[in-house]
Each structure stands twice: as structure tokens, then as C-alpha cells.
């Protein structure tokens, strides 16, 4: 499974940007797929993840109630809705993937196997 993210900019303290991620393949209902963030010289941090298997959603804390994650199964494309940016939520974003997770792993990026290339998201103050 390949995945394409986009979507990254630049926007002001406030406002919203909106992630893709595509699938290069039909997920089945087995997949997790999940959105972690990066800084230089940081770990990289769990942000969201959608279990395609009823459609459960999880949250990091840090974006609860401002960032959304959902799913459109005829694109194969998971988004991150990313509403009331803070500075703090400057990262490259990147979409995992994985379809043996279990969810006690969910929020830990060893285990993904799929992995996007990132997309730069910058908050200005």
C-alpha cells in the first residue's frame, strides 16, 4: 500500500487546513489509518487514527474537539479537518497505514507498517 498526503500550508493562529491522504490500494476493513506529526529533533507524535472497521475515530488529546478525522471509502483517502490551528500544532504531518493493529498500538507509530511522505502544516501567531 502506497500513501500520498497533501494539503500542508501556511494559515494564521485560528484558522483550518484540511489533510488527504490517499491509498494507492482498497483498505480493507482490517486497516487502521493514522495521521502522527513531527518536529525536528522530536518524536514523532500520534495525532489521529480512523479504524476503518466501523468507523472508529481516536484522538491525541492536543487535538481533541479542534482537529477531525474521516474517511471517503470511493477515494480510498482519509482527511484530517484541522480547525482553530495553534502555533503549536506546526509539524510535517504524515498518514500511516496499517492492517494487523491492534488497538492498544493504535497510538504508536513503530507499528504502522504504511507510511506517506510528509506535508509541512506552519501556524503563524
Known amino acids: 500500500v502506497q500513501l500520498q498526503a497533501s494539503g500542508g500550508g501556511l494559515v494564521q493562529a485560528g484558522g483550518s487546513l484540511r489533510l488527504s491522504c490517499i491509498a494507492s490500494?482498497?483498505?480493507?476493513?482490517?486497516?487502521?489509518m493514522g495521521w502522527f506529526r513531527q518536529n525536528p529533533g522530536k518524536e514523532r507524535e500520534f495525532v489521529a487514527a480512523?479504524?476503518?472497521?466501523?468507523?472508529?475515530?481516536y484522538y491525541a488529546d492536543s487535538v481533541k474537539g479542534r482537529f477531525t478525522i474521516s474517511r471517503d471509502n470511493a477515494k480510498n483517502t482519509v482527511y484530517l479537518q484541522m480547525n482553530n490551528l495553534k502555533p503549536e500544532d506546526t509539524a510535517v504531518y504524515y498518514c500511516a497505514a496499517d492492517s494487523r493493529l491492534l488497538l492498544s498500538s493504535i497510538r504508536d507509530d513503530s507499528q504502522y507498517d504504511y507510511w506517506g511522505q510528509g506535508t509541512q502544516v506552519t501556524v503563524s501567531s
Open positions: 480512523y479504524k476503518w472497521d466501523g468507523g472508529m475515530t
Open positions: 490500494a482498497r483498505t480493507s476493513h482490517r486497516f487502521v
